[in-house]
């Protein structure tokens, strides 16, 4: 077995495709759009402070796991650690294979001066992040990474530990909003002076999209992993996630001065689009998904929030509401929630609405001893 460095636009390609290859056999993999992949090892903002790097392991010529490894030096500064991440981890069942690729990361960490790793990440929490460690058979979100039930045991053997663990809720849509949510929505509301933005057109939503970014900066200021988003990657953000946005799926709150303090943006579900594009948007992946984006059972929300001084108010209720009576016109049969801390308070609405938990994540962490 060998451990190559990713150096040449063959291998990243090699690279992005080894998942397709491993997860094969497997309905509830989802392959990403592999344009997308490359793009974002290569040319994200954040690179700007982070330094990167990309290995495969091979056996006998073939392919056998793939491993990312990052320094977001701008993270380790605000928090106040000196960490390495493991990412884009993709291994067969074997230990050997999966310690020669760890221990890869571990060292080029050490080189740079790390004393911990931790993973699975990536730049920051706004990309995939976490293992499955429950919930094996349900298809993620385009969002989110899938693997199989052997990962966690891996990491556990090369002594890694629980950090933190996300949930994710199914939630049926029903035919019609609980009258109290309308009315907590209105007194909510009128009590707090908070109002809805309307947009007409896709091109209003997104001139809000800074405003949208910038405020989502403070709201996830105390959330795992995450630092504030530069002016660089909030253009990348806009540019990424909403150009395919929908209007009457995206919500937007603002107080009386018509300043922007909460937010949802919510997508029909592109899994299985995904899925039959294999991997690119040519020659008819596209179709797929603009198929899926027009009609589908069910939808995404990816991404909530209000401002801090909001967190213990309520009104998250208010874009509730909204959404709600949206995902009932467009025929959304159910709503997927995105990964949530399992310790995020605002995660407890989602059993009022017959939510329940379908999947669980896990993000790992060790302490490297120097050699």
Wanted: proline share 5%; charged share 25%; with cysteine.
């Amino acid at each position: 077995m060998t451990i190559k460095e990713v150096t040449t636009p063959k291998d990243l390609k090699a690279f992005v495709r080894f998942p397709k290859e491993l997860y094969a056999d497997c309905p509830y993999f989802v392959p990403p759009l592999e344009k997308g992949e490359i793009e974002t090892m290569t040319q994200h903002p954040a690179l700007s402070f982070c330094d990167a790097k990309y290995w495969l392991a091979y056996r006998d010529g073939r392919i056998v796991g793939r491993i990312g490894g990052v320094v977001n030096h701008k993270c380790n500064e605000l928090k106040g650690q000196k960490r390495v991440r493991f990412g884009w981890f993709d291994v067969i069942d074997d230990l050997e294979v999966a310690r020669a690729l760890i221990d890869t990361v571990e060292q080029w960490g050490r080189e740079k001066g790390m004393t911990e790793i931790s993973g699975p990440s990536r730049f920051s929490n706004m990309e995939k992040q976490a293992l499955l460690v429950d919930g094996f058979d349900n298809t993620p979100s385009i969002g989110s990474d899938y693997n199989y039930p052997y990962y966690p045991t891996l990491l556990e053997q090369l002594g890694f530990v629980k950090e933190v663990d996300y949930i994710q809720y199914k939630v049926p849509v029903g035919n019609k909003v609980p009258e109290k949510i309308k009315r907590l929505s209105e007194l909510l509301s009128k009590k707090y002076n908070i109002h809805l933005r309307h947009f007409s057109k896709k091109k209003e939503l997104k001139e809000s999209g800074k405003e949208f970014f910038h405020v989502l900066n403070e709201s996830y200021i105390h959330i795992y992993n995450f630092i504030p988003l530069t002016e660089e990657e909030i253009d990348w953000a806009v540019d990424h996630n909403f150009q395919v946005a929908n209007v009457e799926l995206s919500s937007m709150l603002e107080n009386g001065e018509g300043h922007l303090v909460g937010f949802a943006f919510s997508l029909p579900s592109l899994s299985e689009a995904y899925k039959k594009a294999k991997g690119s948007l040519f020659p008819f992946g596209w179709i797929h998904i603009l198929r899926a984006l027009k009609k589908n059972k069910s939808v995404d929300m990816y991404l909530t929030g209000v401002l801090p001084q909001y967190y213990h108010s309520g009104i998250h209720v208010i874009y509730h509401q909204q959404l709600h009576e949206a995902f009932i016109k467009h025929g959304f049969e159910y709503a997927y929630t995105s990964q949530q801390l399992e310790n995020n308070t605002a995660a407890r609405i989602w059993p009022k609405y017959g939510g329940e938990i379908i999947a669980r994540k896990r993000c790992y962490k060790k302490s490297l001893t120097h050699e």
